[in-house]
């Protein structure tokens, strides 16, 4: 748990990002392009200016796609005048309209479940707002031309890999132990779900803060489908838990034929360590965000290039 110190320092730290990211405001408008690609979020009021980083940066080194948001229920009639000029009119949803279908709430699967629908016809990248795209993402264009998934690692040595290879790599945890980490909870139940899945299953360990999915795959039962047997073995307290929705999202990429794994050396978490002077994207988890200055640093450089 953090200390008084501890938690005085993040918020002041992130009050000095918000001020520098204000940056953002003076650069150019997206022009969307309706070409199959959506660029997906859920956001809110709070990280509106970083989420304006992520989207625009990315954007800009993409050149596709239009913007659709899923408003977590906080989006302010500002915040949307905001987004209209900036992102070119983005189709906004309201979480109270996603169907959970018994899905945990207010725990992600909103976002992942919407996602699901919206990728019938699109190919729809899931982006976090704590993310900045710094440089070419060619691997990302690739994907999206073969019509693959892709996925940033959840750790550098992430694979694609049969179920069961998967699952000798991990350690031997009590899934209903509430002290157990959800992910590995969720991963140590994977075998013991059917949920209209693949017979051949796959696991990726990556990171649903940027992963991609094609048009046509796993839908929204599915997910649904999962959630309810998960539920049954772990226990709805536990299931509930934040994290069970990136597992969810790992699980689609994984069994939806070889995904593109994202080379970490040039997209990657930050995890408190000097960034590669040729880093692609960056994911600021919360747990280093603000260490170093390295967001603060990051937001400014998107911010000049899209100025440029």
Not at 43 to 63: D, F, M, N, Q, W
Not at 186 to 213: Q, T
């Amino acid at each position: 748990m953090a200390t008084l110190s501890e938690h005085l320092h993040w918020h002041v730290a992130q009050a000095w990002h918000l001020r520098r990211a204000r940056g953002i405001l003076a650069t150019p408008p997206i022009v969307p392009r309706d070409d199959g690609v959506i660029l997906y979020s859920m956001i809110g009021t709070r990280v509106l200016l970083p989420y304006l980083v992520a989207v625009k940066s990315l954007h800009a080194r993409l050149g596709r796609g239009r913007v659709v948001i899923l408003d977590d229920g906080t989006l302010t009639a500002a915040d949307r005048r905001t987004l209209d000029h900036h992102l070119g009119n983005p189709e906004i949803h309201g979480i109270a309209s996603v169907d959970l279908g018994g899905c945990p709430p207010k725990s992600c699967w909103e976002r992942l479940l919407l996602l699901l629908e919206l990728r019938r016809d699109h190919y729809v990248i899931q982006l976090d707002s704590d993310t900045v795209t710094l440089g070419p993402v060619p691997e990302v264009a690739d994907a999206i031309d073969a019509g693959r998934d892709f996925t940033l690692r959840g750790e550098s040595d992430s694979e694609w890999m049969p179920l069961d290879a998967f699952l000798a790599t991990r350690p031997d945890v009590d899934p209903c132990d509430p002290a157990t980490h959800i992910q590995a909870a969720a991963e140590a139940i994977l075998g013991r779900v059917d949920a209209g899945l693949p017979a051949d299953r796959h696991y990726v360990r990556g990171c649903a803060g940027f992963a991609g999915f094609a048009p046509g795959g796993l839908g929204p039962d599915v997910a649904r489908a999962f959630s309810a047997e998960a539920e049954a073995l772990l226990g709805r307290d536990n299931w509930k838990r934040w994290g069970s929705e990136q597992v969810m999202s790992n699980v689609i990429i994984a069994n939806e034929g070889p995904p593109v794994l994202l080379p970490y050396d040039r997209y990657l978490n930050y995890w408190n360590e000097p960034l590669p002077g040729d880093a692609a994207f960056v994911h600021f988890i919360g747990t280093y965000r603000f260490h170093r200055g390295a967001y603060v640093d990051a937001t400014l450089r998107a911010s000049r290039s899209l100025a440029a």
